[in-house]
């Protein structure tokens, strides 16, 4: 008889689970939103990137019904995107069958949410591209302007390493573009030939120098992990989370279609 009684307390939970209709609603960025402040030597170049670069679009999820009720019941607090759409896949309905139903499913271990510390920019992140002209020979300005020789990929990444690397790089992720309100992506490809028309004057007798830099920020803060159980009991339904832990991490995540510049005139060759 003791079989017979896990064997349907498994169906019951098999057969209840259905697709939530929430499972692909997202909701837009939370309100507030600062714009970092952004230097006049560091230009969009959207329109004119001839590589042009997917958005970044990762989704703000809201979480269903069944979802909000499970992680009220958690005391760590839960913001992994990845987990929540799996929250949100599944539901468990009410059944008088369910009164005497007692079970407890090991949902893995997860990194549950990043607390930041620091959000800093590095707008001369990578050096991309020099622009250069000899003008010791005039007698007048020369102008110059950025054209970018040959395409560059710039990558950012952890700076350590981490269990479930690709769901700590999207909650750090959504938190920097929370923070910034910039396009970031931790891959950011310039094309070759893309141009700006600003224009930089080298005087005569000196060398001009135009560098260009792909900008990144620099985010730094805590990652919580933590073995996560969705425990029923009767109609109750509770997460639980055991064995948490919690890791120093940081990262490198580039600014999506901006550039640095910083320019130079020099009487002798750099």
Avoid: C
Wanted: no cysteine; hydrophobic share 35%.
């Amino acid at each position: 008889m003791k079989w017979q009684r896990l064997l349907l307390v498994f169906l019951l939970i098999f057969l209840s689970a259905t697709p939530s209709a929430f499972a692909n609603k997202v909701s837009p960025p939370p309100a507030g939103m600062k714009k970092m402040t952004i230097p006049s030597s560091v230009l969009d170049i959207t329109k004119e990137n001839t590589y042009p670069n997917p958005t970044q679009d990762l989704p703000y999820l809201q979480p269903s019904e069944f979802t909000k009720k499970v992680l009220k019941t958690s005391k760590v607090k839960i913001d992994n995107p990845n987990l929540i759409r799996m929250l949100n896949e599944s539901s468990i309905n009410n059944s008088p069958l369910s009164i005497g139903l007692r079970a407890t499913i090991y949902l893995g271990e997860w990194p549950l949410n990043y607390e930041s510390m620091e959000t800093s920019p590095n707008w001369q992140y990578q050096k991309i591209n020099t622009n250069y002209f000899d003008n010791r020979g005039g007698n007048s300005n020369y102008q110059i302007h950025y054209v970018q020789e040959t395409q560059k990929v710039v990558r950012g990444g952890l700076t350590a390493k981490v269990d479930k690397a690709e769901d700590v790089k999207k909650m750090m992720l959504l938190k920097a573009m929370n923070t910034t309100n910039l396009p970031l992506s931790f891959e950011t490809i310039i094309g070759g030939g893309t141009k700006k028309d600003r224009v930089y004057n080298i005087p005569p007798k000196r060398l001009g120098y135009l560098y260009a830099y792909a900008p990144a920020i620099n985010e730094k803060g805590k990652v919580t992990y933590g073995e996560v159980y969705l425990v029923l009991k009767g109609k109750q339904k509770k997460i639980m989370v055991k064995n948490v832990t919690s890791q120093g991490i940081g990262a490198w995540i580039p600014v999506q279609d901006h550039i640095s510049f910083g320019f130079l005139a020099s009487d002798h060759p750099r």
